[in-house]
């Protein structure tokens, strides 16, 4: 039960995570670069975190071991902190470094298909990392769900704007980056509270994305209308409730392998927002693709052992 709950708030999260691209393409056309709106989210997020983490050391219901005070809920240890560092570094800043100069070089569709390499790198590193068998249940929803990610973001129709090692290269590397958030996390919820995780994580990425760009720069020179209302939104629910969901659901037990292939529902609920909000074209491509997706997704999340279990249970019964 645990689990399934952990794959639930895994897929919250993803849904939260769909979202990205409405409040990307917003801040965007506000004069930001994509760079900028990545550490922009950054720096958003650990400022909503502080008050809620303040909040949470108040509250008795989060009273642990006798511990109590405002600042608990920052207090971490050293391995905490050296993990939550890697996911902010790896996880957040690089993977969407990578990301963004890949699709400089090669176009977004194209870039979007190689960050989708994520889960092929999960079942890797799980075996490696954690010692998660590869099986032949991984194997067959990751053909499904590379196949689906692959239609639901070209439709069918990959452009390639043009051959760069360099394009190539930082698109399979978002992938990697993007699979280390989960390897990752999983190590550093064992330190610390999730929520705590997050906030130490952003801390680490905004700071290595600044590095790359810096908005406020920007900001300072004045911003449309609304502005701030967008931000604060961005950093609020694709990105603090996001992680949130997502972090905890790790911390249920589930295999780190197997998490990058439920949290594709991200994929999912792109395409259908982009078709509701902004029109895109949604042909049979799209649709296959996104089944595809759901069906990798369930395909995942079934517990071969537990199902083969109450399937003897039954014929004994017989």
């Known amino acids: ?22 409040f990307s393409r917003a801040l965007g056309q506000m ?32 009273e642990k071991a006798g511990r109590r ?33 890949s699709i400089e070089h090669i176009g977004m569709s194209t870039s979007s298909v190689l960050m989708c390499t994520s889960p092929m790198f999960g079942i890797v590193l ?18 499904f769900n590379v196949a689906g990610c692959t239609l639901a973001v070209t439709g069918g129709a990959l452009e390639i704007e043009s051959i760069s090692p360099i394009g190539v290269g930082t698109g399979v590397c978002s992938g990697l980056m993007g699979c280390l958030l989960t390897m990752f996390s999983k190590a550093a919820t064992r330190y610390a509270q999730p929520l705590t995780v997050v906030f130490y994580g952003f801390v680490a990425g905004g700071a290595l994305l600044s590095a790359f760009a810096n908005p406020f720069a ?46 594709t529902f991200e994929t999912v609920t792109a395409v259908i927002l982009g078709v509701a909000i902004f029109r895109e074209p949604f042909g049979m491509g799209k649709l296959i693709g996104v089944c595809l997706v759901l069906a990798s997704i369930g395909i995942m999340s079934i517990d071969v052992a537990a199902q083969r279990r109450k399937l003897l249970e039954r014929v004994r019964s017989v």
Not at 46 to 52: A, E, G, T
């Open 1 to 22: 039960m645990q689990v399934r709950f952990g794959y639930f708030l895994v897929l919250l999260g993803a849904l939260l995570w769909g979202s990205v691209g409405v």
């Open 69 to 101: 005070g405002l600042l608990r809920f920052f207090l971490i240890s050293p391995r905490g902190l050296f993990w939550s560092a890697l996911v902010g570094v790896f996880g957040l800043a690089l993977s969407s470094a990578t990301y963004y100069i």
């Open 31 to 62: 004069g930001l670069t994509a760079m900028e709106v990545a550490a922009l989210r950054m720096f958003v997020a650990s400022i909503f975190l502080v008050p809620i983490l303040l909040a949470m050391g108040a509250g008795k219901d989060f």
């Open 126 to 143: 799980g075996r490696i990392l954690y010692g998660e068998g590869i099986t032949n249940q991984k194997i067959v929803s990751l053909v």
């Open 218 to 263: 920007k900001i300072a020179g004045g911003m449309p209308s609304g502005f701030y209302w967008v931000a604060a939104a961005f950093g609020l629910f694709p990105t603090v409730l996001a992680y949130f969901f997502y972090m905890t659901g790790l911390s249920k037990g589930l295999e780190a392998s197997k998490v990058p292939v439920v949290a």
